[in-house]
């Protein structure tokens, strides 16, 4: 009773925190609270890959997306900030229909996944985890692996090229 | 010998028993357990920092022909709580223009991550809280995440000061994460695991800690480690002469005090992943048995803690363009080359 | 003892609402770098769909978090040289506020 129950307990206050978190991501007025909240869902949902066996994938979403991604997202608020004295509404016009709109999606969502039966499967998860992705990504990914360095080779140097001062 | 791993089972024992016999459901024993293991851990490590706080003092006084603290009992070792206790009931400072969330909660992230390191650190024989199978990882990742910390000091004090420092030092961080990273990767590579825990155990006697196969992986971690942690010669986003105190400028009592002991954290941190990975953890140089094996630890890390407060007096600070210019133009092609040497080994000699 | 009742549903559900939260951030936030932020929102939902996939589908195969550990990858390389560009953006019009840059050339 107590896994179940820890379990349980688990996933909801994470799912608590993600989704507490992504609320006060897109509505908060100040721009460097939105990146900080931001750093807390991203660390939440590793959380979640904690509760989903993926250690490896949990420990790489801290050391990239809170550790760099949000970081850059922090560096990019703190050099872009528009001094300006007068308040500015934070969400455009259309906020009340991109609501309904959204909520609109969320049930079709929640309709179309809800009942299907996917092919729920009893095997165990590899034992070593990093191990297994480490093999998959040298033999049976490793075309994609490839190609996902050249890409991040040329995000490297687009985004350096690109925000040089003349 | 004087092992604690059979005293602890032995208390946890009786402590858990005693519950039960009060009639405290099996959840909650296991939550209490849990507590009190988080409880035990912070004291440990905040224990091994107060005493580092004081023989930073006295080393530093020694080193620069003078005595150091000696008024507050012997040769001043009580010098550490003293200022505890007056930074605690020191006034807490905040200016009115201050962003009040993000500099309170700057000093709070910057502590806990300093400390989430410890779960997964074998202390001794059977003493970690959490042998993570992904143990290195979660710790680079951690470190990483105490960035987000300097950078909420920096903006939310609403100084130019802090914010360069704060910026300083994110940029300082960030830079030598990287050559870090890579040079654990070497180690990685030769012990096939990121546990902890076994990483210690295949080192078992002396010839075979991982430094003798790894000297330039261990050049690189211990180089960027230092600039990690923000200690000279890399000190630049702390110097006072350069900009007033960095991104601690606006802040005051206890959590100057949490900024302060995060740093000292950082660096056992340092001195525990370099004695866990390259000089045999717990290990004695004979084998498992010899010994306490949280004492051989202890002295290990000490000693390095010694080495990085041995650095701050001999080398002259970086400027801030030599730093950069440093991690990204030398230590960054150096870990490269590391990793190829490593690899054409693993591949000639296995 | 009780089996725990986290489902495939619970996470499905999970990613859903957040990829909703994404999705409204994008459609009515006016600061460029508060849409790239809700666009990682989104990222991170779908990446939580691909590890319940695989932990639900194919625990053995690892397909769920291969393809997700990419996601993280193309995701953090977008985010660089969206905030180059929007630092760029910054430079010339001296803000970023997205109802403001709609015109091409000035």
Known sequence: MSDAFLTNLTFYVLSFCVIAGGIFVVSSRNLFHSAVFLVFTLFSVAGIFVMQHAYFLAAIQVLIYVGAVAMLMIFGVMLTTQLTNVRLRHVNEQAWPAFAVCLFFLGFLVYGLWDTPFKISQAAAPAEVTRAIGTLLMTEYVLPFEVVSVLLLVALIGAVVIAKKE | MLELRGLIDAIWGLISGLLSGLGFSPNLISLIGYAIIAAVLFGVVALIVLFLVWWERKVSAHMQDRLGPMRVGWHGVIQTIADALKLLQKEDITPKAIDFPIHFWAPVITFVAAFMVYVTVPFGKGLIVSDLSVGILYII??????????????????????????FRSAAQVISYEVPLTLALLGVIMIAQTLSLGAIVTQQDTIFKWYVWRQPLGFAIFWIAATAECNRTPFDLPEADSELVAGFVTEYSGMKFA?????EFVNMFTASVIAVTLFFGGWMSPFGP???????????????????????????????????????????LPLAFLNILL???GIYIFD | MAEATISLNHYLMLSGILFTIGVFGVLTRRNAIAILMSVELMFNAVNITLVAFSDFVTPAALTGQIIALFTIVVAAAEAAVALAVVLLIYRSFKGINVDRINFMKW
């Open chain 2, 289 to 331: 048995d010899f010994g306490p094996s949280w004492l051989w630890f202890l002295g290990k890390t000490l000693f390095f803690v010694f080495v990085l407060m041995w650095f701050r007096w001999t080398y002259p600070r970086l400027r801030v363009d030599q730093l950069m210019g440093f991690a990204w133009k030398v230590l």
């Open chain 2, 258 to 262: 949490m900024f302060f002991l995060a």
């Open chain 2, 141 to 166: 990742a951690i470190t990483t995440f105490t960035v987000i910390g300097l950078l909420m000091a920096g903006w939310g004090s609403n100084n130019k000061y802090s914010l360069l420092g704060g």
């Open chain 2, 342 to 344: 490593t690899g054409i």
